[in-house]
């Protein structure tokens, strides 16, 4: 079909009915540890029946709207997404975290076990508490040697997470500002805990002739850097009583033609405030620069295919990597498929603040 394309043909192209043949390396998932038992993951799935958060969180009043000093914590049933809107500017404002249920879930006849224990999953971590943690669910063969990287990297790591969002051309909410989500560990367990949002003009206005000619802005300043990496340093401080040695941040939203970019200016910035944040210490900084706007795809070999099977078992095992064309990138396939044959995979380049740092493919 492709090759009856007038484009394709015009070009004097024909597509292959081949498709590449590469080696891949599946990465085993880690056990899920609760507070008395593990649980192991199948396929990116584990059960969450008989389980206890490891650090359950403690709730001073529980109320349903907010009228008092000395509440932390506020559960909403009401609904709407403008309620959700006033809900949240009243955490930004007073600090109480607040989590809002609709009336529809709360009276559903399927209401059960399941509902009510999602509700308390997200309950736990918004105050503060930890539902589970990680620990190697199998040894990783590195330099022909049994690795735990848990042990080894995490202990002293602090994992943060960036990601940029802008509206979408032609949007009616073209000029609202662009937003970048972040978040962040305070524990030696890569416990994402923490988080927030920065904005900020996503429009480069000064490369542009005109407003609808200017570029999207993909990559941050040390300004809009400075409040997450400043907040991530005091709160992991205050954790462990000292600073990380390593700080690895995965950095979304980004484009193959912006990785020199964000290697060659944002991990400078970053390495600066981290720096400025922990009295004069730099930790080793590694920032993996990660984008899913492809249209690459892994597939299993047909013959390894079983039509029968549901989606997940078709496509390819969640962890599933490839070695990229240079030392420093990585296709992997970090979650599950729910669809038939339609694996998406990330892009991932490794981005060392120094040449002496391992973030080779394997590592």
């Known amino acids: 079909m492709i090759d009856n394309n007038p484009y394709v043909a015009a070009a004097d192209i024909r597509v292959s009915n081949q498709m590449n043949n590469v080696p891949a390396q599946v990465l085993k998932a880690p056990l899920i540890v609760f507070k008395e038992n593990g649980k192991s993951v199948n396929f990116a799935e584990w059960n969450l029946h008989d389980v206890s958060f490891v650090q359950p969180a403690r709730i001073n009043a529980f109320i349903v709207f907010l009228s008092s000093n000395g509440i932390n914590y506020v559960l909403a049933l009401a609904a709407g997404t403008p309620f959700h809107h006033i809900l949240k500017a009243t955490e930004v404002v007073s600090g109480v975290v607040t989590q809002q249920i609709e009336p529809k879930t709360a009276t559903s006849q399927k209401l059960g076990q399941v509902t009510i224990g999602n509700i308390i999953l997200k309950m736990n971590p918004k105050l503060g508490g930890y539902n589970q943690y990680f620990q190697q669910g199998a040894p990783s063969a590195l330099n022909n040697q049994n690795v735990d990287a848990f042990k080894s990297f995490m202990e002293v790591t602090m994992v943060m997470g960036f990601y940029l969002s802008h509206s979408a051309p032609g949007n009616s909410r073209e000029g ?5 989500g972040y978040s962040f560990s305070i524990n030696n367990r890569g416990n994402v805990a923490r988080g927030g949002f920065i904005y900020f003009q996503g429009r480069d206005f000064e490369a542009g002739n005109a407003d609808e000619q200017a570029p999207m802005k993909h990559t941050l300043t040390d300004i809009e850097l400075r409040k997450p990496l400043q907040e991530a340093c005091t709160l992991y401080f205050e954790k462990n009583g000292k600073y990380p040695e390593y700080v690895l941040v995965y950095r979304f939203g980004t484009s193959d033609g912006e990785i020199e970019k964000v290697k060659s200016e944002e991990s400078g910035y970053m390495a600066s405030i981290l720096s400025d944040a922990m009295d004069g210490r730099s930790p080793k900084l590694i920032v993996i620069s990660v984008r899913r706007q492809h249209n690459t795809r892994l597939f299993k070999q047909h013959a390894d295919i079983n039509g029968n099977d549901k989606a997940p078992l078709q496509n390819v095992e969640p962890g599933s ?18 669809q038939v044959r339609n694996c998406k995979p990330h892009f991932c380049s490794n981005l060392p603040s120094s040449e002496d740092l391992d973030v080779s493919q394997d590592f």
């Open 176 to 180: 609202e500002p662009s937003v970048c």
């Open 321 to 338: 990597c490839v070695a990229g064309t240079n030392p420093a990138d990585i296709v992997m396939v970090p979650h599950r498929a729910l």
